[in-house]
């Protein structure tokens, strides 16, 4: 795993030369972005709440959306929900403010907004249907 960005349980995209690729076994890597502690509760919450497959990707250079987006995913809908309102209350209990939340009703795919952070989580058919990994490690971002 040595030389493409991750270590421990956490895949980490564009961590060397700024192109994205993600670990073959992405439960094998642990790193914690050094950008912030919003992006280091947010993976110690979803670690915490049993997400699967965390991956978080840099968006510098490739959107003013976000500094970074954190995909992971649940078990299932119920997983997946709860997974998500863990990580609400974490942020707001921590004086992070929430932008918005979507999909919470169904558990399919929740979007948080954490400004600078966006989070996906996911049911792992879906996850997998809508591929934002590939999505946002495409080179067609940029200035």
């Known amino acids: 795993m040595e030389g493409r960005g991750a270590v421990g349980m956490y895949a980490v995209c564009g961590a060397e030369s700024g192109n994205s690729q993600i670990s073959e076994d992405r439960s094998a890597a642990r790193v914690y972005p050094s950008h ?3 992006s280091r509760l947010v993976l110690s919450s979803l670690e915490s709440f049993k997400a699967e497959d965390i991956v978080s990707m ?8 976000a500094d970074e987006v954190i995909i992971a995913s649940g078990v299932v809908a119920r997983h997946v929900i709860a997974i998500a309102d863990q990580l609400v209350r974490d942020l707001k209990r921590n ?6 939340m979507e999909g919470l009703p169904h558990g399919d795919w929740v979007l948080v907004d954490a400004a600078d952070v966006i ?3 996911f049911r792992p058919e879906v996850r997998l249907f809508y591929d934002l ?5 495409s080179d067609s971002f940029g200035p």
């Open 36 to 38: 912030g502690s919003l």
């Open 119 to 121: 989070i996906h989580v």
């Open 95 to 100: 004086s992070f403010h929430v932008i918005g």
């Open 58 to 65: 840099s968006l510098k250079g490739k959107s003013s959306i």
């Open 133 to 137: 990994e590939a999505f946002w490690s």
